[in-house]
C-alpha cells in the first residue's frame, strides 16, 4: 500500500508505477496534510497482524519482510524490530550520516536500543516492522520533534522491547531534500528537546538533581533543555583539569574518580565521540553504577 498524498514528486511516481504494474498493490490518493496524517491514513486501512514502514524512494532486500516477521513470531514480548541499513547513494554522503550509519549497525539486539536509546534513534523508522495493535494503540503524535524518535522512546517508555534484525535488509536514501533535513522539527534542538522530555518524565522522574559528565557543546545543550523541565546538575564531571575548583550552573566540576561517594545518584553522559562513551560506560560499571539505572548516555 502506497499513501500518495501529494507531498513529493517521487511519491506520485511510485504510486503510478506500483499501481500500473501489480494489483496487489493499493495506492490511497489524499490532500497533502503533512507526514502524520499521511501515516494516521494508511494504518487505518491495515488489517494484519503487522505493519511495515518504508518511504516511497527507498528499497529493500528480498527477504526483509520474511526475516522481520520471523523474528516477531519467536520473540512475542518483541513489540517491533528494525533492521540494519545502507545509505545511498555513497558519493555525496556526509561524514555524520556515515558515522550514523556505523552506530546503527552496531545495535543488534533488545537491549542495546533500549541503552542506546537516548544517543540518537536507535532504529530507523523505515525499516520498523510493527505489531498492528501496539502501533494503532501508540499512533503517531505531532510534538514537533522527529514523530519517529517519539513512538520509539513512547514505547520503551511504556516497558515495550524493540529488537533489531542484524542484516542491512533496507537501502536508506539520502539527500538534500530529505524531510530530516528540511523539516523544521528534525533541527537538532528539537530533537534535543525530544531527549530531555523523555528523560524528565523517565530517569529523572523522581530527581530535580543529576550528575552530568561532560560539558562539551553535547552536553551544553542537553543540560539547557533539561533546565526547561527544572532538572538541573548537582556536579559536572570533567576530565580538563583546568575546569577543576570551577562551577557550572551552581554545579561544582569534579574528576571522575570522585564520583564514587556519589553512589546513589543519577548520571547522565553526554559525549559526543562512541569511544569516550564506551569508556566512560566501563568506568562508570567498574564504579558500581548500573546503566539504566544510575546512569545513561544521552549524546
Request: positive net charge; contains cysteine; aromatic residues 6%.
Amino acid at each position: 500500500m502506497i499513501v500518495d498524498d501529494g507531498s513529493t514528486d517521487t511519491t506520485r511516481e511510485c504510486a503510478r508505477e506500483f499501481a500500473g504494474r501489480d494489483d496487489r498493490f493499493v495506492v490511497i490518493s489524499t490532500p497533502h496534510q503533512g507526514l502524520i496524517a499521511a501515516l494516521h491514513t494508511g494504518l487505518a486501512q491495515c488489517a494484519g497482524d503487522f505493519v511495515a514502514r518504508m518511504d516511497a524512494d527507498d528499497l529493500m532486500h528480498r527477504d526483509r519482510l520474511a526475516a522481520q516477521t520471523a523474528a516477531l513470531v519467536a520473540a512475542p514480548d518483541l513489540v517491533a524490530v528494525g533492521c540494519h541499513v545502507r545509505l545511498f547513494p555513497r558519493a555525496h554522503l556526509r561524514d555524520g550520516m556515515r558515522s550514523y550509519e556505523r552506530w546503527l549497525n552496531r545495535i543488534d539486539s533488545a537491549a542495546r536500543v533500549r541503552a542506546d536509546a537516548f544517543i540518537e534513534c536507535p532504529v530507523v523508522h523505515p525499516s520498523l516492522l510493527i505489531r498492528r495493535p501496539t502501533l494503532a494503540a501508540f499512533g503517531y503524535r505531532d510534538q514537533h520533534w522527529p514523530e519517529d524518535y517519539d513512538l520509539v522512546l513512547r514505547l520503551l517508555a511504556a516497558g515495550h522491547e524493540i529488537g533489531v534484525v542484524p542484516r542491512r535488509l533496507l537501502s536508506w536514501r539520502d539527500g538534500p531534500s530529505r524531510r530530516t533535513r528540511t523539516h523544521p522539527s528534525y533541527r537538532l534542538e528539537r530533537i534535543t528537546a525530544c531527549k530531555a522530555a523523555f528523560l524528565a518524565q523517565g530517569f529523572l522522574a523522581e530527581r530535580d538533581r543529576f550528575v552530568l559528565w561532560g560539558y562539551g557543546e553535547t552536553g551544553r545543550t542537553l543540560c539547557r533543555a533539561l533546565g526547561e523541565h527544572g532538572k538541573r546538575p548537582s556536579h559536572v564531571v570533567e576530565v580538563h583539569r583546568g575546569r577543576l575548583g570551577n562551577t557550572i550552573h551552581g554545579a561544582p566540576v569534579i574528576m571522575p574518580e570522585e564520583l564514587s561517594r556519589l553512589r546513589g545518584s543519577r548520571v547522565i553522559v553526554s559525549v559526543a565521540g562512541e569511544r569516550p562513551r564506551e569508556q566512560i560506560r566501563t568506568a562508570l560499571q567498574t564504579m558500581g553504577f548500573r546503566e539504566l539505572r544510575d546512569f545513561v548516555c544521552a549524546a
